[in-house]
């Protein structure tokens, strides 16, 4: 079975990647940062001896769905697991963002995950298998000024995951939203957010952890993964 994870070179994607890896999965790793893909790609085939291919691609632009997708297919496999996680966040109100920036995120968040889906999401109905696992965030349940930005676009995922989850069950395909909260990942400035102490206030979620809860929710065909404590 073959596995693409977007956003695999640190937090959660990561962590999702090296469980997808032991487990013996084919893996398409994708992030724009090269060098560090290139590590967590040697990792994983060191600790494992996996297939993993890496496809370093700014997910951000408009053209970088339909890029990916062929890009993948040019690999000749077939996606049994697409796991959409690459993320960006940015603490400021509406009113004083940096367009640029904001757009950034929308493509990041809104666009591409969609656009990912209508790809992917035709081959695997006409396969008839095949998972899905998008993250949204625990912002998505209610809005949060600051990160009005951010949080819109997580409430948009969730509300995306349930109608695709609805669409492509008759054809054997299962989608999950996966939900955390505040997790130790590469999304926070350790200039501006205290990690450390908040991970060990029981504030900030473990990684690894985190990823472990998201595939045994998509594993099982849940719709969704809500996590909103420490593990």
């Not at 970088?64 to 993320?87: F, K, M, Q, S, Y």
């Not at 995951?161 to 054997?172: C, K």
């Not at 908040?198 to 929710?217: C, F, H, P, Y």
């Amino acid at each position: 079975p073959c596995a693409v994870v977007t956003g695999a070179c640190s937090g959660i994607g990561r962590e999702i990647a090296r469980r997808l890896g032991a487990e013996g999965y084919a893996l398409v790793l994708v992030s724009e940062k090269r060098e560090r893909l290139a590590a967590i790609a040697v990792e994983i085939f060191a600790a494992h001896g996996t297939i993993v291919h890496t496809i370093v691609c700014d997910l951000a632009r408009p053209e970088a769905a339909g890029e990916l997708h062929a890009a993948v297919r040019a690999l000749g496999v077939d996606v049994d697991v697409l796991v959409i996680n690459a993320g960006m966040f940015f603490f400021g109100e509406v009113a004083d963002a940096d367009p640029a920036r904001a757009n950034a995120l929308l493509q990041l968040h809104v666009v591409t995950p969609s656009l990912l889906c209508t790809h992917f999401a035709r081959d695997m109905r006409g396969r008839r298998r095949g998972r899905i696992l998008l993250m949204a965030s625990i912002s998505a349940w209610r809005p949060f000024p600051g990160i009005a930005y951010y949080g819109g676009s997580k409430t948009y995922l969730r509300s995306f995951a349930r109608a695709l989850r609805s669409e492509l069950a008759p054809y054997g395909v299962s989608v999950t939203c996966l939900a955390p909260g505040a997790t130790d990942t590469g999304l926070y400035d350790p200039s501006v957010v205290p990690i450390e102490r908040a991970r060990r206030l029981g504030v900030m979620m473990d990684a690894g952890k985190v990823a472990g809860a998201g595939l045994r929710a998509l594993f099982a065909g849940k719709a969704e993964g809500k996590i909103v404590h420490a593990l």
